[in-house]
């Protein structure tokens, strides 16, 4: 059974996929950025930004942005994707240049500000950091920080692991592939098209925790059933690599076995809402936190209806990277 068998096998979200009826302009309005940002991009540059239509996912993330915040939120997935590609799939990368990329766009993620430089790293950062960063608090940016600062060293720590050969154990890959996935910084940028922030006190709620965490693995276990052929290809390990390895299964019986765990983990997350909404903390909470508990949680089942629609839709996860 090939990935792209598997992936119609891959259970039924009961949440609605909507997208942002102005994406196609975001994606515009982008790509002219970009090329203004990096203007010695490769032919292999534009073709994996039409590849992985950034637009599409901010468009399914956030569908009811304002149009300049699409634009804003489209380019914020862009360079996420383009972190990811140059950790991942670059044959020259290694884990001190990961650390490198970390630390040298440390201080514009500190201070949404980018000095003069001829870094276009930096540059698109700083651009895209100062349309967001003014709107938002002192504590969203520190845990948008955190989210990002993560995913790179993540990333960094995969590489490792592909480098050494070693594949991980499910307890360790879940952990770092919790991470590497790219979506923890995507629902702090719900908040920001949302016009909400969840306060600390809720973020850290247990119940919502929870809801996260299964958002983290429903998004991630489908992702690596997409991902999976271009994956391999080029020596990097996912869940199917990391069952197939510690169960001594087929690809088919791995495939299965995945699917029955995204299942489990949508039902656990319908049942973990159910409990948070009887929950004292939530009779307690305020209606504006209310309504932003409400709002987070609509982003989650967005983000999952989504990625699964856009993964499917989407060249990024069937074509081997250049």
């Known amino acids: 059974m090939s990935a792209p068998d598997a992936a119609f096998m891959i259970p039924s979200l009961p949440f609605e996929a909507r997208c942002h009826p102005l994406w196609e302009l975001a994606e515009d309005r982008v790509r002219t950025w970009l090329a203004k940002i990096y203007p010695h991009g490769t032919a292999a540059d534009a073709e994996r930004f039409e590849e992985g239509r950034a637009a599409r996912v901010a468009g399914y993330f956030f569908p009811d942005a304002d149009l300049e915040d ?81 995913f790179l060293f993540a990333n960094a720590a995969e590489l490792e692991n592909r480098l050494e050969g070693h594949t991980p154990g499910l307890r360790e890959y879940m952990a770092i592939r919790r991470e590497t996935i790219g979506v923890l910084p995507a629902l702090d940028l719900a908040e920001f098209a949302g016009h909400y922030e969840l306060p600390d006190i809720l973020y850290d709620d247990p119940d919502l925790h929870e809801l996260r965490q299964c958002y983290l693995d429903i998004v991630a276990w489908m992702n690596d059933i997409y991902s999976y052929q271009r994956e391999d290809a080029a020596g990097e390990v996912n869940l199917v690599h990391v069952l197939r390895a510690e169960n001594k299964t087929s690809l088919a019986a791995t495939f299965d076995d995945i699917c029955e765990m995204i299942e489990a983990r949508i039902s656990h997350f319908i049942e973990s809402e159910r409990r948070f909404r009887d929950s004292d903390t939530h009779r307690r909470i305020t209606e504006t936190e209310r309504a932003a508990v409400d709002a987070s949680v609509a982003a989650m089942k967005y983000a999952m209806a989504g990625s699964r629609r856009w993964q499917a839709e989407v060249k990024r996860y069937t074509t081997a990277q250049r």
């Open 70 to 150: 699409l634009v804003t939120l489209t380019a914020m997935i862009e360079a996420i994707f383009m972190y990811d590609d140059r950790i991942a799939y670059d044959r020259s990368s290694s884990p001190e240049d990961a650390h490198a990329l970390a630390y040298r766009l440390q201080l514009v993620l500190q201070t949404g500000q980018v000095e003069p430089s001829d870094d276009p790293d930096l540059i698109a950062l700083g651009e895209i950091l100062q349309r967001i960063y003014p709107r938002q608090s002192e504590d969203w940016r520190s845990r948008f920080r955190r989210h990002i600062w993560n």
